[in-house]
């Protein structure tokens, strides 16, 4: 069983930045990070491949980064140039099974998650 404990969610100004992070108790293969605002779906905003190789939400390229640090077993979701539409519950998410990067956004991916973080956005 893999545990992931996210961190670092708050209030931001638009405009401002944030940085979560993902503690992981195991390395995974495949990482990804999603959010959700009540009502909706849930969204993928990036992910992570065992490469390295990262893939973005079309809403969030640009101005959102994700990096991978194994030796500390951490994911770290960058957040620049914040709108007030980002404002939503943060998702760590993990799987170890092979997957295109196409699929990496799609949370039928991923059998582990974490708690979430709330992050709010204000105009």
């Known amino acids: 069983q893999v545990q992931l404990v996210e961190s670092g969610g708050g209030s931001v100004e638009a405009g401002g930045g944030l940085r979560l992070s993902c503690a992981y108790s195991?390395?995974?293969?495949?990482m990804g990070w999603f959010r959700q605002t009540p009502g909706k779906k849930r969204e993928g905003v990036a992910g992570v491949n065992v490469g390295g190789s990262t893939t973005y939400a079309d809403s969030v390229k640009g101005r959102f980064t994700i990096s991978k640090d194994n030796a500390k077993r951490t994911l770290y979701p960058q957040m620049n140039t914040m709108k007030p539409e980002d404002t939503a519950m943060y998702y760590c998410?993990?799987?170890?099974?092979?997957?295109?990067?196409?699929?990496?956004?799609?949370?039928?991916?991923?059998?582990?998650w974490g708690q979430g973080t709330q992050v709010t956005v204000s105009s």
């Open positions: 998410a993990a799987d170890g099974r092979g997957k295109p990067m196409a699929r990496l956004l799609s949370e039928d991916e991923y059998r582990y």
């Open positions: 195991s390395n995974m293969y495949y």
